[in-house]
């Protein structure tokens, strides 16, 4: 997959891209190994598991709720990108 890092998570990560492999199965399996990997699951996850409020996860440049949430399920050659319109101080 193709991981593209926007905002803080470029700042975060100290990178703009990454192929990623995953053997997860749906997108929620593949963030969590993104966020573990990374170590950015703090501006990811918020503590009920789902995607914090004001973060932004596309699919294939579609945000996830219309791709079918977390549980949609990827293919390889997916592009995943994580925009933060909005940071904090993190």
């Known amino acids: 997959m193709d991981v593209h890092f926007m905002s803080i998570a ?3 990560t ?10 997860g ?3 929620r399996e593949v ?6 990997k990374y170590r950015i699951e703090d501006i990811v996850f918020a503590e009920n598991g789902e995607v914090r409020s004001w973060a932004r ?3 294939n ?3 996830h709720q219309f791709v079918g949430g977390l549980d949609a399920r990827l293919r390889d050659g997916d592009r995943i990108a994580l925009i933060y319109p909005y940071t904090e101080n993190f």
């Open 10 to 12: 470029r700042m975060r």
């Open 31 to 36: 963030l969590r190994q993104i966020a573990d």
């Open 61 to 63: 440049g579609r945000f």
């Open 25 to 27: 199965e749906t997108l």
């Open 14 to 23: 100290g990178v703009g891209r990454v192929e990623f492999e995953s053997s």
């Open 57 to 59: 996860v596309l699919v």
